[in-house]
């Protein structure tokens, strides 16, 4: 019975998220085209010798001569089948640059949702408990007040803090230089401790 209900619920959700994720690729999109210039533009502006019928063949080269409609449709299919292109940056393949940094940020985000349910679960049931006192209302303030804080500064400043000025925890990075030369658990204290100030 509980299996059948929460197997209801996650296809409801599912269905559910279909339009979302459609209205994502929609303003995706129209970001991109909406932003100044064109993705060419990085290929050619820093080359002055490149022709204005040269950056015509780029644009016929990847589809940015066709109506937006069509862009679209297209754009569409290959996102469905992870074909991203390549980078105009370096020619790699975009997938594989996606995937390159995938591990890092499943790490990053699981450890920090452990942590928030680690937290937030316990300070939640406990200011239930102790509901209208002066604890509840001290953390209701607390809370509230972090909510204020501008992640971005509030990075910064433990990064200038924590990082530089202490020298307790790496500001860059999932490991050091010397990761390959240490031992399992030695680069798994490496690791954690990079993920110190990300996950906070």
């Known amino acids: 019975m509980f299996f059948r209900i929460t197997m209801r ?7 559910s ?22 993705p060419t533009d990085i290929m050619t502006d820093m080359n002055m ?8 063949r780029l644009q016929k080269l990847y589809g940015l001569d066709k109506p937006l409609l069509i862009q679209y449709a297209q754009w569409l299919k ?14 790699r393949p975009a997938r ?16 920090a949702l452990f942590f928030t349910c680690l937290i937030a679960v316990p ?10 006192t002066f604890i509840d209302k001290g953390l209701t303030v607390i ?8 992640s971005f500064w509030l990075a910064l400043m433990f990064m200038i803090l924590f990082g530089l000025q202490l020298g307790l925890v790496p500001i860059s990075g999932l490991y050091s230089f010397n990761f390959d030369d240490i031992n399992i658990f030695m680069q798994i204290a490496d690791i954690s401790k990079h993920l110190v100030l990300p996950v906070t």
């Open 9 to 15: 619920y996650f296809i409801k959700r599912i269905i």
């Open 17 to 38: 998220s279909i339009p979302i994720l459609f209205g994502i690729t929609v303003l995706t999109f129209a970001v991109m085209h909406i932003t100044p210039g064109k």
């Open 49 to 56: 010798k490149v022709s204005a019928q040269a950056k015509d």
């Open 78 to 91: 290959r996102f469905v089948f992870f074909d991203f292109g390549t980078s105009f940056k370096d020619s």
């Open 96 to 111: 594989d640059k996606i995937f390159e940094r995938l591990p890092a940020t499943i790490l990053l985000n699981f450890a």
């Open 123 to 132: 300070t939640g049931v406990y200011c239930a408990v102790k509901k209208d």
């Open 143 to 150: 809370l509230f007040v972090c909510f204020s804080i501008p």
